[in-house]
């Protein structure tokens, strides 16, 4: 694992879109990983905008995001698949088809679970997955005692009063572990002991994100906030300052959208 720590949320947003931008134009049918949630949230509109005024082109790749709720149509306005129009896909040019989302109204939820995996397959493997963390330290939908070599499947969620579903569709840990590239972004103090326990802590079925450690080319992007808790602060500093991979990256200014 790889930590960078950055001065703020949009800092950490932006980072984390120039790399996926990078890839993106090093390699135009790049088979990317999405999340969704609050934080990345700004990382799509930098996405949007770099396509807007850069030409960054969406044209080849496909998409697989993470999870999808059981139980509400694709077209609820608290799917993800409405998130993901919303955010990303209706402003840069990606079809419909070349955007995957496990569909959480399908009539059988084992098939739906397994064809997913296949299209993941058939399409070559995730080359870069975009990652959030829960606040319980869950990556995907992979809830509290998610075994780390789980696959795509059906996972009831953690009791939330504000959350209708009950129930999502989350690719598995495991399915997570086959990417090529993790890229997990955390920002602001409520995810700082948490992401703590993650990076640093032991490998633990309980904090689903630890399983990343295993992994072998995993980069973790944080603000200041988030990474109040982390040990080895100067260590990480010192690689994104020294490591001739981030030379291009360090000047945050610069990957300011022109
Ligand atoms: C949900 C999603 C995760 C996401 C997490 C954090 O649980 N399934 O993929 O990482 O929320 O969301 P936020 O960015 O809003 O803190």
Known sequence: MEVIIVPDRSKAALLTARIIDKELRTKPELVL????????????????????REGLDFS??????????IGIPSTD???????MDEHLFRKVNIRHEQTHLPNGAAEDLGAE??????????????DLQLLGIGGDGHI??????????SRTREKALTPDIARVPRRAITMGVGTILDCRRC????????????LAKAV???ITAMVTASALQLHPRCQVVVDEEASAALHGQDYYRWIFDNEPEWAAFRDLDNLEPR
């Open 33 to 52: 990983g999405l999340a969704t949630g609050r934080t990345m949230e700004r990382v799509y509109a930098y996405l949007a905008v770099f396509h807007q």
């Open 60 to 69: 080849k790749c496909h998409t697989f995001n993470l999870d999808e709720y």
């Open 77 to 83: 306005p608290g799917s993800y698949r409405q998130y």
């Open 113 to 126: 679970c397994r064809q997913y995996e296949d299209k993941i397959k058939q399409l070559g493997g995730i």
């Open 140 to 149: 995907g939908f992979n809830e509290p005692l998610s075994a780390l070599r």
């Open 183 to 194: 890229l997990l972004l955390a920002t602001g103090e409520s995810k700082a002991s948490i």
């Open 200 to 202: 640093e802590g032991p």
